[in-house]
């Protein structure tokens, strides 16, 4: 999955992709690549919040032991603040620490999970036992009915 950040502050946590040209062995290749645009605010905004959960349980991060600290203060490399931007007051993240890869890292992680329907995993775990959750039609991604063709097969994603 290709992604950048989106610049808006207010950006959805994915957008439809945009079919990005790409260069290999010196061929352009039109269309070649769909570059997805992250919300890196809605994202962050997300993991931060999770951080505090205290307890196992919806939501809640799992580390794995023995990672460096240099791991956890990029985890927490930017802070969210409120300036003022042309009169009027926007909260913004700003980066606190000379490096937020790891923050990045899971931005984009996150990203990708929810791409792969993760958010639908939990609503599966919730319902009790005997009930029916209804999911949702597939997101539409590819082509305006939502499949896209492989192989000769026709295939939902």
């Known amino acids: 999955m290709t992604?950048?950040?989106?610049?808006?502050?207010?950006?959805?946590?994915?957008?439809?992709?945009?079919?990005?040209?790409?260069t290999f062995m010196g061929e352009t290749i039109k269309?070649?690549?769909?570059?997805w645009a992250v919300g890196t605010g809605v994202a962050k905004s997300t993991i931060y919040s999770?951080?505090?959960?205290?307890?196992?349980?919806?939501?809640?991060?799992?580390f794995p032991i023995g990672l460096p600290d240099s791991f956890y203060l990029e985890l927490t490399a930017e802070k969210h603040v409120e300036r003022i931007h042309k009169g009027y007051?926007?909260?913004?993240?700003?980066?606190?620490?000379?490096?937020?890869?790891?923050?990045?890292?899971?931005?984009?992680?996150?990203?990708?999970?929810?791409?792969?329907?993760?958010?639908?995993?939990?609503?599966?775990?919730?319902?009790?036992?005997?009930?029916t959750v209804r999911r949702k039609k597939p997101q539409q991604v590819g082509s305006s009915n939502g499949w896209i063709k492989r192989g000769g097969q026709k295939k939902w994603i």
């Open 50 to 62: 999770r951080m505090k959960i205290p307890t196992p349980g919806p939501g809640f991060l799992h």
């Open 3 to 22: 992604v950048k950040g989106a610049n808006e502050v207010n950006a959805p946590l994915l957008r439809k992709p945009t079919n990005q040209d790409v």
């Open 89 to 131: 007051a926007r909260k913004e993240w700003v980066q606190i620490r000379s490096r937020n890869h790891a923050l990045d890292g899971m931005v984009y992680s996150y990203a990708a999970a929810i791409r792969k329907g993760a958010h639908l995993l939990e609503e599966l775990k919730q319902s009790t036992p005997g009930t």
């Open 31 to 35: 269309g070649g690549v769909q570059l």
